[in-house]
């Protein structure tokens, strides 16, 4: 049987690195829409509104993929959270139950 070594405070680290990834792809992600789209409008006019409708579609396709990202992001974050807690219950258990072997 291999010996598995858990550290649920580098795993609470780990968490909290993946959520500050999520917040800031969302943050890059949202603001990247809203300049694209600003900047393209005076550069098209009226002749490239055609074009302008197929960007704005793409850009709206870029940024629910980015919110996607986040959301992974975010769901690793918490599962980190999780693990870490469930490893150090786990391990305060076993620690209580071994401590008790002596008193009973």
Known sequence: MSELVAVPE???RYG???AAM???TLSAGTVNQAVA???AVPVFGLIGQDFL???ALAQANHLSSVVELATVHA???VTA???AATYAATDQDNADLLG???RA
């Open 10 to 12: 580098a795993i609470r």
């Open 16 to 18: 909290d690195t993946a």
């Open 37 to 39: 789209i600003a900047a």
């Open 75 to 77: 769901g690793t974050a």
């Open 53 to 55: 409708a197929t960007y």
């Open 81 to 83: 959270h999780q693990s």
């Open 22 to 24: 999520a917040t800031e």
């Open 100 to 102: 008790g072997i002596g």
